[in-house]
């Protein structure tokens, strides 16, 4: 059949090392390591059994500086066959909207470029921001059908897929109709690691970078003036361990106190 | 009056907790800052719930109900909740951050095109100084969440558009107490029925499941040790399920059969930084503490107050297992 | 004098630290306890092409220098501290490079390809039961008959017999050891011959050790009952196996010592971050200076035990481009491996010194480590050899012996 699948994947600052600050207590980014997003790789994982199942092409989409495409190469060395960046300055301090925003239009232009698109896959979320929005804004965007924290693709043909999807306690199995937007959640694709001789030949596939202009993008709607959300401040939270003990003799009061010191630290559980 | 809005999420029996802890948040801004307190509604046959939800603190419910599929058409919710925002031009409209409101809140942003923040921690109402336009912005928004896999923490606002979305954590703001004497508005809007989306999207099957142990990408751990024995674990099994964790176990209890080795945290098993990790029973020994030393927020149960797993615990709670546990248990049921 | 690394180079590394983080480390205790690697983690390892790194592409390798290879024996090293994955790969990869350059290209074509693949592992037998630091001592006799030779004669103590025996459990094809024999015993060194034989033929009988440390890679002797193999399978001419053998030697070394310094550096890092947890007398250990200034010491001496081994790497490298010769790799690889042992070595009996008790323990990948490193106080070449090969090169051939 031949599935035409992008995987939207974004660099990350390294989840392994902790966050750097400069002097005036905001985030130093540049400092940072990269790192593909881990939510990332089960889709690219789910894109390539599904390639491997039915056959296709994966192409990779990413918005970011040109630095971070080092960070991106492990979505190309695990089996992904091109990749298109979009690098521009003016995009930088873009919020999900505008993020999403400026994904769905390359995704319209690859999508006109290939002729027919099928799947768009996405990890549910990104461990910096965790917001998941994107899946869902870029189906949003396209207006197609889109699927958020998807834990398997069941099956797939030339008009639709079946999904199964998480829901609160459980599942649901869904019929999608194609092309459409699924955000892969869950740990059912484990992703590959890959072999040393895709990671160097990782460095020799297709790369195409693209500005703004060049896939129509208002610059008005990106960027930080084209975003509606305004990070006010940013500041270190508080990992020092609180160290409270709490001892009651009776159950009933103990139990009723920690869950006072929780509410009154504004800890969930959940 | 300018309007809070909140979704009703549906849960099996009644409007869920974690939406009803937000109604609650919005009465209190609401009564501080002088809003109305709106909810919006969607599914078949929920006239009963909106009365609940003016009972909770709703001055107005907002009712779509699309049919039977209603309830789990997710792209009828996203339309449903858009127009209904469009006409009624609330400057707040808050989701639960659970799945269903984390997949909807960032649709409806689109659909409105506005801004949308996710996972706040909490959500206040205060002055904005605009650096770039100088100019002041009265009752806005402050969306405070976590950011940075939880290492930092930002608060942002929504100046300029309209309505200022949020999806909200479940269980930051308690379930406010029922008032049955509160009265409110309720309409109903006729936005269609949800089968007409099912040329897009249709639901096969909904089911209720277990998932597999997966330690390292688990948000919260309840871990279980010596002490707990082998009934012990029924109970920390079963906090786990009301937590929608997995269940970790220290090498002593691996050790004595009570729990496979794909659960033992530790120097010789895994090393987690779930959320939250709850020591149930577990002294503290250092073999164990290295594994989950970095866990967001540890909490620790054990009878032996010298125990050294409150050194490096945020909460102790010092006392027998067997007893708390299931008191936490049933107080947590009830609240989440 | 540069240690940067390339961004290639970074990401291979990369690679192989998710592997050893996911799949290795948490199972090492087992690898221990078991006295076998799990074969899906061989096989993931030639699935990830951990076999083929030296190889030249041309044989379904990967065609990397020593210097890289050795940058992906580190991480295995850091999430195997027991070093049993360091034993299958540096053998592998020292005496595979020997076959493959001193090989017949029949040879290259039927066993290095397969190696290259993680079809085949290829291990080194010259140690006998009467014959260690002596190799002259050796009974291993290979006698030419038509089309090839038939070998006769035991080895003992070799590693990975079980894992090139049992075909298809770790490696599809099993595996086969570089093999020393005397071809004409009246010539003494210049009678000897290097063969592969495969592990997998009748004639061969694999009796098991019951191994010290490192437990997670086979050891034991093998007879050989008349065992014939093809001529292609003599490894560099009749007469040439003992200056072949030393050459592979230099490689094996070069391997272990940075083995050794990452083993090392790796236990004090457990050992400093129990040291932080663990409380006596009030306070963290960490805070003593009594460990502080052994924990300086121990480190210092194994960044300079690194820094050594890749130089002997580097070393290896160069003598490929023509760069050095035999007698000055020789002399790096043995200094090396004689700094490294030692430093380890003790780093590691501190090391377990402030893990108090528990350091006592098979579940402590510090203890498993101690263990490991001990095995090359013997292995590729005794301390004492080391010591006699560079007062050798440093005095001159004529104060030895």
């Known amino acids: 059949m031949g599935l035409n699948i992008v995987v939207l994947v974004k660099p990350v600052p390294d989840p392994k090392e902790p966050p750097r600050f400069k002097p005036d207590g905001t985030l130093d980014r540049l400092a940072m390591k990269l790192a593909l997003n881990p939510y990332d790789k089960y889709a690219v994982e789910a894109a390539l059994q599904l390639k491997e199942a039915v056959g296709g092409t994966i192409l990779g989409v990413s918005m970011a500086p040109p630095h971070a495409l080092d960070a991106l190469r492990e979505a190309l060395a695990m089996g992904v066959d091109e990749f298109v960046l979009l690098a521009d300055k003016r995009l930088a301090g873009s919020d999900t909207l505008a993020t999403s925003y400026a994904l769905s239009m390359v995704v319209r232009k690859v999508w006109s470029n290939l002729g027919k698109l099928d799947l768009v896959l996405c990890g549910v979320e990104s461990s910096d921001s965790n917001t998941a929005h994107i899946g869902p804004q870029i189906a949003e965007w396209l207006g197609i059908p889109g699927v958020s924290y998807v834990d398997k693709i069941l099956e797939v043909s030339a008009e639709a897929v079946k999904v199964k999807k998480i829901i609160e306690g459980g599942s649901m199995t869904l019929l999608v109709k194609t092309p459409a937007v699924l955000s892969i959640a869950g740990t059912t694709y484990v992703p590959r690691i890959p072999t040393l001789r895709d990671v160097l030949s990782a460095r020799r596939k297709s790369v195409t970078t693209w500005n703004i202009d060049e896939v ?16 006010v401040r940013m500041w270190a939270a508080e990992v020092k361990r609180k160290g409270k003990v709490i001892s009651d003799q009776d159950p009933d009061r103990l139990v009723d106190e920690f869950l006072e010191e929780l509410r009154k630290d504004g800890i969930s559980l959940r | 009056m300018d309007k809070i809005f909140v979704y009703a999420e549906a849960a099996e029996e009644g409007v869920a907790d974690c939406s009803l802890e937000l109604v609650g948040r919005a009465r209190a801004l609401a009564d501080q800052h002088g809003f109305v307190v709106g909810s919006i509604l969607i599914g078949h046959e929920l006239r009963n719930w909106a009365t609940e ?22 792209l009828f919710h996203a339309k449903a909740v858009a127009e209904v925002v469009k006409a009624e031009a609330p400057e707040i409209l808050l989701f639960p951050a659970t799945i269903t409101g984390r997949d909807l809140a960032p649709r409806v942003a689109v659909r409105l095109g506005t801004g949308v923040t996710a996972d706040c921690t909490s959500v206040e109402i205060g002055t904005y100084d605009d650096p770039l336009t100088g100019k002041r912005y009265e009752k806005i928004l402050y969306q405070i969440r976590p950011t940075f896999g939880g290492t930092v923490m930002a608060a942002i606002v929504t100046p300029y558009h309209r309505p200022q979305i949020a999806t909200v954590r479940p269980g930051i703001y308690p379930v406010p107490s029922k008032d049955e004497t509160r009265t409110g508005q309720i309409k109903e809007w006729p936005i269609g029925r949800a089968e007409e989306e099912k040329s897009c999207i249709e639901v096969l099957e909904v089911k209720r499941e277990k998932r597999k142990v997966d330690l390292k990408s688990a948000r919260i751990i309840v871990s279980g040790g010596r002490g707990a024995k082998p009934e012990g674990f029924k109970l920390i099994k079963e906090l786990a399920e009301v937590l929608g964790g997995e269940v970790g176990a220290s090498r002593a209890a691996v050790d004595a059969g009570w729990m496979p080795y794909d659960h ?12 939250v990790y709850i020591a149930v029973g577990i002294s503290g020994a250092i073999q164990h503490v290295v594994g989950m030393k970095d866990s ?8 032996d107050p010298e125990a050294p797993i409150f050194k490096v615990a945020d909460y102790g709670l010092v006392g027998d ?6 008191k936490l248990i049933e107080r947590l049921k009830r609240t989440c | 004098m540069d240690f940067t690394i390339t961004k290639e180079q970074e990401e291979l590394k990369a690679v192989v630290r998710e592997f050893a983080d996911k799949h290795v480390f948490p199972r090492v205790v087992e690898f221990e306890a078991n006295q076998e690697i799990p074969p899906e983690i061989v096989k993931e390892m030639a699935r990830l092409g951990l076999f083929g790194v030296v190889f030249p592409e041309e044989y379904e390798g990967l065609g990397l220098d020593p210097i890289t290879a050795g940058l992906v024996l580190e991480e295995l090293v850091r999430g195997d501290p027991e070093c049993s994955l360091a034993v299958a790969f540096l053998v592998h990869t020292s005496w595979g490079h020997i076959a493959c350059k001193y090989g017949s290209e029949e040879l290259k074509e039927d066993v290095i390809k397969r190696a290259a693949r993680g079809d085949l592992w290829i291990g080194i037998a010259t140690t006998e039961p009467g014959a260690g ?42 595996g086969g050891h570089v093999t020393l024999a005397y071809t004409d015993k009246t010539k003494g060194h210049r009678g000897m011959t290097l063969f592969f034989i495969p592990l997998t033929d009748p004639g061969i009988t694999v009796r098991l050790e019951k191994e010290f440390g490192r437990k997670g890679w086979s050891f034991g002797s093998f007879t050989i009952n008349e065992v014939k193999v093809p001529e292609f399978y003599r ?67 194994l960044e300079a035990a690194h820094a050594l081994a890749y130089k002997a790497l580097w070393a290896l490298k160069m003598e490929q481009e023509g760069k050095l010769n035999r007698f000055e790799v020789t002399k790096i690889a043995a200094s090396a491996k004689l700094f490294a042992v030692e430093a380890a070595k003790a780093a590691l009996d501190g090391a377990m010194r402030w893990m108090g008790a528990f350091a006592y323990t098979e579940e402590n990948p510090v203890a498993l480590a101690w263990k490991a490193v001990k095995s090359y106080d013997w292995a590729e070449g005794s301390l004492d050899i080391m010591r006699l090969i560079v007062a050798r090169e440093v005095l001159g051939k004529e104060y030895i012996g």
Request: proline share 3%; with cysteine.
């Open chain 1, 216 to 231: 129509g993008i208002d610059p008005a709607r990106v960027g930080l003036l084209g975003s509606p959300t305004r990070v």
């Open chain 2, 53 to 74: 939800l003016i009972h909770y603190g709703a001055d107005e419910v907002h009712i779509v109900d699309g049919g039977p599929a209603s309830t789990t058409n997710m």
């Open chain 2, 264 to 275: 033992q945290v530790g120097l010789s098993g895994q090393t987690v930084k779930p959320d």
């Open chain 2, 296 to 303: 967001k927020l540890i909490i620790a149960i054990n009878n």
């Open chain 2, 321 to 326: 297992l067997f007893v708390v546990l299931p």
């Open chain 3, 133 to 174: 630091s002596d190799l002259t001592g050796i009974s291993v006799t290979a006698k030419k008959e038509g089309e090839g030779y038939v070998l006769t004669g035991e080895k003992a103590y070799i590693s990975g017999v079980k894992e090139a025996k049992e075909k298809g459990t770790w490696f599809k094809d099993g």
């Open chain 3, 235 to 301: 490894i560099g001419d009749e007469g040439k196996g003992f200056y072949i053998a030393m050459e592979g030697f230099d490689h094996a070394r070069a391997y272990i010592a940075l083995t050794c310094a990452v083993a090392g550096k790796r236990a004090l890092e457990i050992a400093a971050e129990y040291t932080k947890q663990r409380r006596a007398f009030g306070q963290p250990i960490a805070k003593f200076q009594g460990v502080q200034f052994q924990l300086a010491e121990h480190w210092s001496r």
